[in-house]
């Protein structure tokens, strides 16, 4: 039997495309001996991207307001806050500009607020236009804090900042995540922001089945295509960059699958690597979204359901 002619662009280090034709038998090649072939790609992302500044981040004003030691802010891809003159650093968040589909800032990917950056989220919310927030952790994980509730518990506004005040309108929990309606308000000017906090994501890892993560992204998107004159949606999880950089990959890929002939995995990550660094951060989600376009191509989901 003719073997398919696999176009793997071992050229171009920067893309492995990949013919939706040809995908199953990529993917099982890549799968073979423990997924040894999927490792050596995934080992091949490892340094992208790290040569990068990030002196913002490393400024001796801004170092509380990095979550963690090792995830910090390219300069590049920087979100900067509106700086107020006497601060130093008052222009930091650590969060970076993430391209998509539609726009080279078509989202936002950050960690999840602390409790002395709450304030600072919702600026930046406010001064990004941002209509929806995804929310990809939990307030607390296997008894650790991966963010702050940066959100009211109840319908009682709350200021959020000196100019800032933030109301929840509504609440609603369904089996794998919670939506919620805010308004956020600047003097005589209020916006929505719809909240979409998908609860059943474990740290590190993918969830049990991709079934609730693809309702979940199909529904981000269907709201996001409602709000296109809008500005970035933002994204967060524990660290900003694991289960942020695999949502987007899982926005990007079921929008390939419908219009494209081919998907570039290898790419696309390569591409969110040289923005923000460890995006999609471990080869289980690497694989993870390799999972999703072989599920895809067997017919696995039926969207018409829902
Ligand atoms: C493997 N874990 C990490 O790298 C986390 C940062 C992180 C990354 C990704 C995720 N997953 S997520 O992006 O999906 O939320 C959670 C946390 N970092 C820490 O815990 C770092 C230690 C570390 C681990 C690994 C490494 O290579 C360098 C330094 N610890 C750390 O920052 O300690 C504080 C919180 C007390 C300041």
Known sequence: ?????????????????????????????????????????????????????????LLSANRGKNRYTNIL?????RVKLGATDDDPGSDYINANFI?????????????????????????MCWEQNT?????????????RIKCDHYWPYDSDPEWVGSDLQLVMERESTLPNWTER?????????????????????PDNGVPSSLEPLVKFVRQVRFEMNRFLDRGP?????SAGVGRTGTFVGFDRLLQDYENKS?????????????????????????????????????????????
């Open 1 to 57: 039997q003719d073997r398919p002619k696999i176009e793997l662009n071992s050229v171009d280090r920067k893309s492995k495309v990949i013919q939706l034709v040809d995908f199953k038998q990529v993917y099982d090649e890549l799968r073979q001996d423990s997924s040894y072939k999927f490792a050596g790609e995934f080992f091949e992302l490892k340094e992208v991207g790290k040569d990068q500044t990030t002196e913002a981040s």
């Open 73 to 77: 802010a390219y300069d590049k891809t």
């Open 99 to 123: 391209a998509g589909n539609n726009s080279k800032r078509e989202f936002i990917a950050t960690q999840g607020p602390l409790p002395g950056t709450k304030e600072d989220f919702w600026r």
């Open 131 to 143: 209509p929806i927030i995804v929310a990809l952790c939990q307030v607390v994980e296997r008894g």
């Open 181 to 201: 309606d805010f308004i956020l308000t600047k003097g005589e000017t209020s916006r929505r922001i719809k909240q979409y906090h998908f609860t059943v994501w």
């Open 233 to 237: 949606t933002i994204i967060h999880c």
């Open 262 to 306: 081919y998907v570039d995995i290898f790419g696309m990550v390569y591409e969110m690597r040289m923005s923000r660094c460890l995006m999609v951060q471990t080869e289980a989600q690497y694989i993870c979204l390799h999972e999703l376009v072989y599920d895809l191509q067997m017919g696995k989901y039926n969207f018409d359901r829902d």
